[in-house]
């Protein structure tokens, strides 16, 4: 599974960041990006994406 993050969409909420801790962190600039996409089969980054208010996450 591929997992990126539109950072023009992304408004920093870190619901993801919650949801896929071991894929997801916050960068200096305060929005998303993708720390580690080898554990997507770790963690729910469907539910990420489907959670995201702004959809920024695609997979």
Same mark, same amino acid.
């Given at each position: 599974?591929?997992?990126?993050? &539109?950072?023009?969409? /992304? %408004?920093?909420?870190?619901?993801?960041? @919650?949801? =896929?801790?071991?894929?997801?962190?916050?960068?200096? &600039?305060?929005?998303? /990006? %993708?720390?580690?996409?080898?554990?997507? @089969?770790? =963690?729910?980054?469907?539910?990420?994406?489907?959670?995201?208010?702004?959809?920024? %996450?695609?997979?």
């Amino acid at each position: 599974m591929v997992v990126k993050v &539109d950072a023009e969409k /992304c %408004i920093g909420c870190g619901l993801c960041v @919650s949801i =896929c801790p071991d894929v997801f962190e916050l960068g200096d &600039d305060g929005k998303a /990006c %993708i720390k580690n996409p080898r554990n997507c @089969s770790k =963690c729910d980054c469907k539910g990420a994406a489907e959670g995201c208010p702004v959809q920024a %996450i695609s997979l």
